[in-house]
């Protein structure tokens, strides 16, 4: 007789068959509802970044940072479906440590308004959601290129200016440097580089930080997927940026040689585009011969070949050949009651993630967002219509501040003032709780900016510094400076922020104030566009009442 003759064994067989199947059908809606509502949680997200922030130059890497984990993940796929076949979950414990930690990084990102913490959060919820669903040891097969979404979110002006300003005086001052050696007529002032009868200016592009960004965030893919030991993944990794530098470095002389034989309509038009391109060519040209002299200083490890049998110890098959049939014809109640109850039970878990996942969801799509609330300084200074000389004109009339992308504004003063010689100027000033970079809002316009160095405007009593760019479109152009003043204190970008933050989470009401000039002029004017805006802060300075004088121009020394 056959084990499975015996009455009622056979029968209990394929009700276990049956209820496993049943069991993997359920666990199967439960993941593809939660990468379902994952997906649509960050809809809004990926559309806010591609519609508007990575229009920026320094962020053009950012559109291929998602098909290539994409792609990551997909060439994984044999290891993976092996590792899926047992079906095994992780830790509960350690899965929803990362995954809530990204849903409050998500859900107060959204609320203030913070693209980058919104962005950043996708990594813990990935990270805790495949622990979760699929186990630690998919996590591992899946932890680079999780991380590697970490090139996804959009890096703060403030920080980019501090790391793109030191990269531009160095190059510059090797630039000098180095054509002098040659005795060719260089010069400098700051970041202006002179050359023969020409000018060039060491803008943000200069400083070689998009080569930089691009360029890592290519190469760690590469050398991710490459055959090679630790050590020399590591060298590969670490010689990018020191490459992207020297690259930069190349085409900054070369700009500089083609605009003093052949003028500045070749120099900084045609070539100065065409030199991007060769700066990518000596970065991967420079990384390919490391990597060949690695391989010849280093012998090539073979690929190890991977034990399928060793991974998964315990495929379904083998849970349903293991089953004895003597406990299940003793014990029937028990299997077709209790195992399928216990089953159940583990995978409620499943549901408490959907449940957070589809909070965060309705959240998102129907939930208000934070509105700043100022103490209202702005419409309480008196800031007269004529001054010593200067004849004003409201224009805040054409702030529609209704609009949803200005309802981070309290409240907006607006002016264009005119002196004596016909020359005038826009003074604006924002109540805002999340000030928008200049920068960022002139790229989105459709202008062209060009960084400067920081004006230094000396007053009675105090010094103010400023920050400054030409931006240009078209037959329009313009020298912005402006300063963000912060509870009567003068903040830089990033100092901006961590208030931000903390007035955020402390709840605190502040007066944040930016101010801002807009000077129309031309390029080869702009020292005289600093001097108008010099002149019209001393004039002001003089007609604004003493205690209200903190607000705008910062606590005297």
């Known amino acids: 007789m056959y084990p499975f003759a015996e009455e009622g064994c056979f029968s209990l067989y394929y009700f276990q ?35 508007g922030r990575w229009k920026t130059s320094d962020y053009t890497h950012a ?21 899926l076949r047992n079906g095994q979950s992780g830790n509960a414990v350690v899965s929803f440590i990362p995954l809530v930690t990204g849903l409050c990084l998500f859900i107060f990102g959204w609320y203030y308004d913070y693209i980058f913490l919104t962005s950043l959060s996708l990594i813990p919820i990935l990270y805790g959601l495949v622990s979760y669903l699929y186990g630690r040891e998919v996590v591992k097969i899946l932890t680079f290129p999780i991380l590697y979404l970490a090139l996804i979110p959009p890096i703060p002006v403030g920080i980019i200016d501090n790391v793109t300003l030191p990269l531009r005086y160095g190059v510059s001052i090797a630039t000098e440097g180095i054509l002098r050696i040659f005795h060719y007529p260089i010069g400098r002032e700051g970041l202006l580089l002179f050359i023969g009868d020409n000018e060039l200016f060491m803008g943000q592009p200069c400083s070689g930080f998009r080569t930089i960004i691009s360029m890592l965030s290519l190469t760690m893919v590469y050398v991710y997927i490459s055959n090679g030991s630790l050590f020399k993944k590591v060298v590969l990794s670490s010689s990018i940026i020191p490459l992207s530098v020297f690259s930069n470095f190349i085409r900054v002389v070369a700009i500089c040689l083609v605009t003093y034989y052949f003028g500045e309509t070749v120099g900084q038009g045609f070539f100065h585009g065409f030199s991007g391109t060769l700066t990518f060519m000596i970065t991967i040209i420079g990384l390919f011969g490391l990597e060949y002299l690695l391989g010849k200083c280093m012998k090539q490890p073979k690929n190890p070949v991977l034990n399928f049998t060793q991974i998964n110890k315990r495929p379904v098959s083998a849970q349903i050949s293991d089953i004895s049939y003597t406990a299940l014809k003793n014990h029937p109640s028990f ?3 209790t195992g399928y109850f216990t089953n159940t039970i583990k995978h409620t878990k499943g549901w408490v993630v959907i449940i957070a996942l589809l909070i965060a969801v309705i959240y998102c799509f129907t939930g208000t967002r934070a509105k700043y609330v100022s103490n209202d300084v702005l419409s309480q200074l008196e800031i007269p219509l004529e001054l010593n000389g200067w004849q004003g004109k409201n224009t805040e009339q054409e702030w529609n501040r209704d609009d949803d992308k200005y309802n981070f504004i309290s409240n907006v003063f607006d002016r264009e003032y005119v002196n004596k010689d016909g020359k005038n100027l826009y003074w604006l000033i924002l109540d805002a709780g999340n000030f928008h970079n200049p920068k960022v809002c002139s790229n989105g316009a459709g202008f062209k900016v060009k960084d400067l160095n920081n004006a230094n405007f000396p007053l009675f009593n105090r010094m103010v510094t400023a920050h400054c760019l030409y931006v240009e479109k078209d037959t329009d152009s313009y020298l912005l400076v402006y300063w963000m003043c912060i509870d009567k204190n003068i903040v830089d970008w990033t100092g901006q922020k961590i208030k931000e933050l903390w007035h955020s989470l402390t709840n605190k ?46 606590k005297s020394t």
């Open 335 to 337: 299997h077709s009651f």
């Open 17 to 51: 068959k049956r209820n496993i199947l049943s069991i993997k059908i359920f666990k199967t809606m439960i993941h593809a509802i939660v990468w379902l509502l994952t997906v649509l949680l960050y809809t809004p997200v990926f559309y806010q970044l591609y519609g």
């Open 509 to 554: 009401k502040k007066t944040g104030l930016m101010i801002r000039f807009d000077i129309p002029c031309r390029e080869d004017a702009i020292e005289d566009a600093l001097n108008l805006a010099k002149e019209f802060m001393t004039d002001m300075h003089q007609s604004v009442p003493t205690d209200q004088l903190d607000y705008i121009f910062g």
């Open 63 to 83: 559109y291929f940072i998602l098909p290539l984990f994409l792609w990551l993940v997909w060439r994984k796929r044999s290891i993976l479906k092996e590792f």
